[in-house]
């Protein structure tokens, strides 16, 4: 069965320049995370949809992030214009809806700004 | 609003030793997880704790739950250098379905 795929691992770019992740959940997973984890860090919520509502998305830095889940299944996290402080891994988790159901977490893309 | 706290943050323990690691957070929950990440990979699911006393066991690592202490345990026996890795513990509010984790808990376990 395919885990939570993560496109791409990892990502170069230069400040003020726009990055984009792709993330396709579990089949079935009606729920979709989008994490941002620093070094040694937990991870920390950006955004939740349920099917492709955005039910919490008050942590999202909405002047240079953007996220949108389309037809309720894969997902992408934009940021623009990137800042240094952005270098960071972004997970992507799904789950079912309800009560008590895990998240399960794609492989995270590592963003670097230079 | 929540906060979770692990501790220690880093452990440094000799094969076939005994140790646990304790999570607290601060306000009502009836779920908490456990999950453990390797250096430079996703996080995988351990335990899902639902309930106050719940106790789970895989192998070597035993979790369980405290709420109205707000406290859940990860406890390792006989420790094995396969067991290195950061662990986190992650908490949902009784009142929201937001996912919060605590710091994480590096562990090494040296021959």
């Known amino acids: 069965e395919a885990g939570v795929v993560q496109s791409p691992r990892y990502k170069i770019i230069e400040k003020k320049q726009p990055v984009a992740f792709w993330c396709n959940p579990i089949s079935g997973h009606n729920t979709l995370y989008w994490y941002l984890q620093n070094l040694g860090q937990g991870p920390e919520l950006l955004i939740r949809?349920?099917?492709?509502?955005?039910?919490?998305d008050s942590q999202l830095p909405k002047d240079r992030f953007s996220a949108e889940r389309l037809k309720g299944v894969d997902s992408t996290l934009k940021i623009q214009p990137a800042e240094l402080g952005d270098s960071a891994v972004y997970l992507c988790?799904?789950?079912?809806?309800?009560?008590?159901?895990?998240?399960?977490f794609g492989q995270g893309t590592r963003l670097t700004v230079v | 609003e929540l906060k979770v706290e692990q501790n220690p943050l880093f452990l440094s323990m000799q094969e076939g030793k005994n140790y646990t690691i304790y999570c607290n957070y601060s306000t009502t929950s009836d779920r908490l997880y456990w999950y453990r990440q390797d250096p430079g990979k996703s996080l995988e699911s351990l335990f899902v704790?639902?309930?106050?006393?719940a106790v789970k066991q895989e192998g070597r690592l035993m979790a369980s739950l405290d709420t109205k202490a707000r406290l859940s345990t990860l406890h390792i026996t006989a420790a094995v250098h396969d067991l290195s890795a950061t662990y986190f513990c992650?908490?949902?509010?009784?009142?929201?379905?937001?996912?919060?984790f605590g710091e994480g808990t590096q562990l090494t376990v040296n021959p």
């Open positions: 988790a799904s789950s079912f809806t309800g009560e008590g159901t895990e998240a399960f």
């Open positions: 704790l639902l309930s106050n006393g």
């Open positions: 992650a908490v949902v509010e009784t009142s929201g379905s937001r996912l919060t």
């Open positions: 949809y349920e099917n492709e509502e955005a039910v919490d």
